[in-house]
Antibody
Framework: EVQLVESGGGVVRPGESLRLSCGAS????????MTWVRQAPGKGLEWVSG????????TYAESVKGRFTISRDNAKKSLYLQMNSLRAEDTALYYC???????????????WGQGTLVTVSS | QSVLTQPPSVSAAPGQKVTISCSGS????????VSWYQQLPGTAPKLLIY???KRPSGIPDRFSGSKSGTSATLGITGLQTGDEADYYC???????????FGTGSKVTVL
């Protein structure tokens, strides 16, 4: 059974940093690209960042580019999101998801974790 | 602000059919596959449709997807109370080099 478990969320002040983790099990982790998606309270889904199977290719939403860094450790079957210079508008539930790729871009997200909540408030 | 537009809400009686549209452009829906996600209240999104029309294992055939030009549609037949959820379309946007989601549609069973 595919499982994705996020951790690392919490309450931080504007300008501070946080590192999210996502542990994977039930599938061959390094066969898949991975993605972070967030959802602000009462709002829709927003794609945040994606990484290919070996970490050589990463992509970011404009809203987080230069502040967030996605990475992975295939030996530990883990995905990470380093979030720096956090803003109030980064407050959201952050999901990690497994994605398939086609022609080098994300195709669909077939398994999602339950999310970890990040709150940025002074 | 999403580049994919969906109706905010759709509703129908139990057993009836609803359709949800997802409107985009040539840089996203027009040249990439569309997927659909169901988000039941208080839960994580779940893949419902991928590659425009395909259903993952375990998804009933009451759910269907189609695509024409720069628009896609999700259909739900035999509506059940358990189908009350938010539904999102998603696809890759080649101009933005980003995955994009629709604005989301809330399905209500009357």
């Amino acid at each position: 059974e595919v499982q994705l478990v996020e951790s690392g969320g919490g309450v931080v002040r504007p300008g501070e940093s946080l590192r999210l983790s996502c542990g994977a099990s039930g599938f061959t982790f390094d066969d898949y690209g991975m993605t972070w998606v967030r959802q602000a309270p009462g709002k829709g889904l927003e794609w945040v960042s994606g990484i290919n199977w070996n970490g050589a290719s990463t992509t970011y939403a404009e809203s987080v580019k230069g502040r967030f860094t996605i990475s992975r450790d295939n030996a530990k079957k883990s995905l990470y999101l380093q979030m720096n210079s956090l803003r109030a508008e980064d407050t959201a539930l952050y999901y990690c998801a497994r994605n398939t790729m086609i022609r080098g871009v994300i195709n669909y997200l077939d398994y999602w974790g339950q999310g970890t909540l990040v709150t940025v408030s002074s | 602000q999403s580049v994919l537009t969906q109706p905010p809400s759709v509703s129908a009686a139990p057993g009836q059919k609803v359709t949800i549209s997802c409107s985009g452009s040539s840089s996203n829906i027009g040249n990439n596959y569309v997927s659909w996600y169901q988000q039941l209240p208080g839960t994580a999104p779940k893949l419902l449709i991928y590659d425009n029309t395909k259903r993952p294992s375990g998804i009933p055939d009451r759910f269907s997807g189609s695509k024409s030009g720069t628009s896609a549609t999700l259909g739900i037949t035999g509506l059940q109370t358990g189908d009350e959820a938010d539904y999102y379309c998603g696809t890759w946007d080649s101009s933005l080099s980003a995955e994009v989601f629709g604005t989301g549609s809330k399905v209500t069973v009357l």
